[in-house]
């Protein structure tokens, strides 16, 4: 915009000017203002598309034609500038062919109409490349580099008069756009900024990496990261430099020696592709130190509990059943009884510590399988107690669905609950039937038992146990990370003439269909 302003001011100042050596000398100013606004163009497209300025070095080559024009014309030799046409009246009207000199015509014409082609291109690869906020910021810059082109063209093939040039009035109105866009959407002002400073604020080492592994950019917490300089060092000497050894499987988790300490960081790479071969990536290094030794002490845990509960608790918890057994049957009376209710104790808590050794053995796994439900039912039917089958009729469609791999654990615990739970004269009936909808199968397991009490599934519903409301054992739980793991739902409802749980399943086969 300053050189369209100095273009325009130039042009008034020679066509005012009554003196012919002043206006001769103004118009040598005026003349590498032409293909100086080309420079400025070209220079203007390839820090907007490429996100990047060009070297000083690039800059100097770029003007040096201009400045090798501007020295020549105040002397001229062999008209090279300007030839016997060009001259001005005494009245200082200055008059000039549409082809002067060959250097004039190189520098004004061939140069600057090859430095404006080539930031067209770069401008309309930028517009068919990217959408949104940059399109639109793209498109306005198009339209002024076309009312320029346009306007200069006009006056090359003489639609004007001499004295008229529409190249300096359109400058002016470009302004306008100008100043619009940048208004309304932060041309070469907002969006930049605001990008900037997100980057710099982001408390995640961030590096910019170019396509040979050197790093060209960091934010504020990346250089943090190391005393030593990290522009311009190789990515995996740094890493290699600051990492401690370390027993991780995966190189996608790093530790590093950061302040003293040492701090353990997920790395996540995106590439980076701005065409023209611009290509390189972004590398974000997330600290999950504390995610880590929470995930190890939790690990240690389950550890020491499942041990526990495998070897410790289940084998004494065998022996006092074991002694209590002999007491009742050696006895009578209170004592028998007393020994009575501590065997049954006894065997439900180690009941229990075999249903806490699946539930270890349910989250080991994090993925779904895709099988027919007549398989899982083949399971249950094959573990399930057969005093507890004949209670149980089955009514299930042979449809596939996504679930753990054992799901047929969480079909024989609300089996067995049902059945166990029974009371009153009625004879137990337990029925598993299915209700199939084009993208999801229920499995419904119904009983006429006195009803699941409500607190027992209102600690499913909260998602935690607590002091005061907790459920009598760990077999819904096992059912609800089941089912939970299996992307599914659990609902239950319960009434004085039994309860009904359903659990919803997807289909994979409607899945696919979509």
């Avoid at 300025?53 to 300007?82: D, G, K, M």
């Avoid at 004949?390 to 067995?416: N, W, Y």
């Avoid at 239950?492 to 009904?500: H, L, R």
Wanted: hydrophobic share 45%; proline share 4%.
């Amino acid at each position: 915009m300053a050189t369209g302003g100095l273009w325009s001011l130039l042009f008034a100042t020679f066509t005012l000017i009554p003196d012919p050596q002043l206006t001769l000398a103004v118009a040598n100013f005026f003349w590498v203002m032409i293909p100086t606004a080309a420079v400025t163009l070209f220079l203007l497209a390839y820090e907007f598309v490429f996100k990047q300025t060009v070297s000083r070095t690039v800059v100097y080559v770029l003007f040096s034609p201009i400045l090798l024009l501007f020295v020549i014309s105040w002397v001229n030799p062999y008209e090279l500038v300007f030839t016997s046409a060009y001259y001005a009246t005494p009245d200082g009207i200055l008059h000039f062919p549409l082809l002067d000199g060959p250097l004039k015509v190189l520098v004004t014409k061939v140069y600057g109409y090859l430095l404006v082609s080539l930031a067209a291109g770069m401008f309309v690869g930028e517009l068919l490349r990217t959408s949104g906020t940059q399109r639109r910021q793209t498109v306005y810059l198009l339209v002024v580099f076309s009312m320029l082109v346009g306007s200069t063209i006009v006056k090359v093939v003489g639609l004007v008069p001499i004295y008229f040039d529409p190249t300096s009035v359109l400058y002016s109105c470009s302004g306008l756009f100008f100043a619009y866009s940048i208004r309304e959407h932060g041309l070469l002002k907002f969006v930049p900024v605001a990008r900037e400073q997100t980057f710099e604020e982001i408390t995640d080492p961030i590096f910019v990496v170019n396509s040979a592994g050197y790093i060209v950019d960091a934010n504020q917490s990346g250089h943090q990261l190391s005393e030593r300089r990290l522009i311009g060092a190789k990515l995996e000497e740094f890493i290699c430099d600051a990492s401690v050894l370390s027993d991780e499987e995966t190189t996608d988790v790093i530790k590093l020696a950061v302040n003293g300490g040492t701090r353990t960081f997920s790395i996540e790479t995106s590439a980076i592709s701005y065409g023209r071969g611009v290509t390189g990536k972004i590398v974000v290094l997330s600290d999950i130190t504390a995610l880590k030794e929470r995930e190890e002490e939790l690990d240690l845990l389950k550890q020491v509990l499942s041990r526990i509960f495998r070897h410790n608790i289940r084998n004494d918890l065998n022996v006092i059943a074991g002694f209590a057994a002999i007491i009742r049957d050696s006895t009578g009376g209170e004592t028998a009884q007393s020994a009575g209710r501590i065997h049954t104790r006894a065997m439900k808590v180690v009941e229990q510590a075999a249903k806490a050794r699946k539930i270890e053995t349910v989250l080991s796994y994090s993925e779904t399988d895709s099988r027919s439900l007549n398989e899982y039912l083949l399971k249950v039917k094959q573990n399930v107690p057969a005093e507890f089958l004949k209670s149980v009729s089955f009514d299930v469609d042979d449809v596939v669905v996504d679930a753990h791999p054992r799901f047929d654990l969480a079909l024989a615990e609300l089996i067995e609950n049902a059945v166990s739970h029974h009371s009153g004269d009625e004879p137990i009936a337990v029925r598993v039937t299915t209700d199939v909808s084009p993208s999801e199968v229920t499995i419904i397991v119904e009983d006429n038992g006195p009803g699941l009490p409500p607190s027992e599934f209102a600690v499913l519903e909260a998602g935690e146990e607590t002091d005061l409301e907790h459920g009598s054992g760990i077999g819904l739980w096992l059912v609800y990370w089941i089912v939970s793991r299996s992307d599914g739902t659990l609902s239950v409802e319960a009434s004085d003439s039994g309860t009904q749980v359903r659990i919803r399943l997807n289909r994979p086969d409607a899945a696919a269909d979509r």
